[in-house]
């Protein structure tokens, strides 16, 4: 369990699990999300929640998504600040996970 800050204050804060991340991780959430500038901004929140409601419509089982957003993106007070630190602790999490080997023969 990872514990975010959500404002630059540090008065809020939220918690987000393991299947938060995999969650992340099985649909590349992450993947292009923040644009050459490295900024993540309320712009940045608005994609992400726009390309979530999207994956939702066509999900054969939307439930982990609607999950993310209920309990960490839709958070009230997630702002730019705080995804950025999702980010953060999302790339912490993913260097604890097992390295899985090449497959062999594969291009």
């Known amino acids: 369990m990872?514990?975010?800050?959500l404002n630059a204050?540090?008065?809020?804060?939220l918690e987000v699990d393991e299947r938060h991340f995999?969650?992340?991780?099985?649909?590349a959430l992450f993947r292009?999300?923040?644009d050459s500038t490295g900024y993540v901004t309320e712009q940045t929140l608005d994609k992400l929640k726009c390309n979530i409601r999207a994956l939702i419509a066509?999900?054969?089982?939307?439930k982990p998504l609607i999950d993310l957003c209920y309990e960490v993106i839709y958070h009230?007070?997630?702002k730019g600040f705080g995804l950025q630190n999702l980010i953060l602790a999302y790339l912490e999490w993913?260097?604890?996970?097992p390295l899985t080997p090449p497959?062999?023969?594969g291009e």
């Open 2 to 5: 990872f514990t975010i800050q």
């Open 58 to 62: 066509t999900a054969d089982n939307p």
């Open 76 to 78: 009230p007070k997630m």
């Open 22 to 27: 995999q969650t992340l991780q099985d649909y």
């Open 32 to 34: 292009d999300l923040v």
């Open 9 to 13: 204050s540090g008065t809020h804060h």
């Open 94 to 97: 993913e260097k604890t996970l």
């Open 103 to 105: 497959v062999e023969g």
